[in-house]
């Protein structure tokens, strides 16, 4: 196995076996139970891609470029059958995690409530830390009022 210098693709087959592709190189068959490997084709470099994938039965191959054109090819004929360019085809989808406008159905509708949302989310906030800051200034005044008034009526 150490004689490829890059492996592209490594397919399982039936039996335990697999199927290996090697940039530059060609198709193979390896058996580990018999510990052999089995020459099935050789292309040049220019027809097969590393990431090539084949039927060892109908001796076709097809493999897609970093440019999404696809290729079929004849191993028998060491040739293409059919070429499919899909870079018309592709359109960029950009996955962003910040968004600035509403989500997708929700319109003006939408932004009314985030806004009222956020408003009654900042004003519960403000009353809590209003409170909590009430509570502690309280604590820190021993002998205030309150306290006089609360000794007293004991």
Not at 55 to 79: F, G, K, P, Q
Not at 89 to 117: A, H, K
Not at 127 to 135: D, G, S
């Amino acid at each position: 196995m150490g004689q490829f210098g890059c492996i592209g693709h490594i397919k399982p087959i039936q039996g335990g076996g697999f199927h290996i592709i090697a940039r530059g190189t060609g198709g193979f068959e390896y058996d580990p139970g018999a510990d052999q490997l089995r020459d099935i084709w050789r292309l040049p470099a220019a027809l097969a891609e590393e990431r090539t994938d084949f039927d060892t039965e109908r001796m076709l191959a097809v493999s897609t470029d970093y440019l999404l054109v696809t290729n079929l090819i004849d191993l028998r004929m060491e040739r293409r059958r059919l070429t499919i360019d899909n870079r018309a085809n592709y359109r960029e989808s950009v996955i962003t995690t910040s968004y600035s406008g509403n989500p997708p159905g929700t319109g003006r509708l939408g932004s009314i409530l985030v806004l009222v949302g956020s408003i009654a989310a900042v004003s519960v906030l403000g009353w809590l830390l209003v409170r909590f800051l009430r509570a502690r200034r309280l604590k820190r005044h021993p002998g205030s009022a309150c306290d006089q008034v609360t000794s007293t009526s004991s």
